[in-house]
C-alpha cells in the first residue's frame, strides 16, 4: 500500500497560480510512474499530466503551456505547478501512482477553485 500526502490546494482567482505537492510513502517510489488526476461532480476522472520513472512527461491537451510536472525521488514527491489557471480547472485533483504492473494507488484529493 501507499501512503499519500497531498497539499497546495485552494482558491485562486483566474490567471493565477498554484503549486500542488504530493509525497508518496513507498521504498518503491523511483520505479513508479507519478501523475495527478482531476474530477468535477457528474464527470470521470481524467489525466492531468503523469510523470515517468525516466522523466518524461505527458499532460492534457487543455493544460499544455499552462502546467507543468515534476518529480523529486530523494523526496519520494511529486508536484504540478499550475499557471494561467481557468474557471475550467476546477476540481478535485488526485496524486496517482502507478507501478510497472499497472496498479493505480490514490491520494486523498485536494481541492482547486479557480474563481474571481
Known amino acids: 500500500q501507499v501512503q499519500f500526502v497531498e497539499s497546495g490546494g485552494g482558491l485562486v482567482q483566474p490567471g493565477g497560480s498554484l503549486r500542488l505537492s504530493c509525497a508518496a510513502s513507498?521504498?518503491?517510489?523511483?520505479?513508479?510512474?507519478m501523475g495527478w488526476y482531476r474530477q468535477v461532480p457528474g464527470k470521470q476522472r481524467e489525466l492531468v499530466a503523469s510523470?515517468?520513472?525516466?522523466?518524461?512527461?505527458n499532460f492534457a491537451d487543455s493544460v499544455k503551456g499552462r502546467f507543468s510536472i515534476s518529480r523529486d525521488n530523494a523526496k519520494k514527491s511529486v508536484y504540478l505547478q499550475m499557471s494561467s489557471l481557468k474557471p475550467e480547472d476546477t476540481a478535485v485533483y488526485y496524486c496517482?501512482?502507478?507501478?510497472?504492473?499497472?496498479?493505480?494507488?490514490w491520494g486523498q484529493g485536494t481541492q482547486v477553485t479557480v474563481s474571481s
Open positions: 496517482n501512482v502507478r507501478s510497472p504492473s499497472g496498479n493505480d494507488f
Open positions: 513507498t521504498s518503491f517510489f523511483t520505479i513508479f510512474t
Open positions: 510523470i515517468s520513472r525516466n522523466n518524461m512527461t
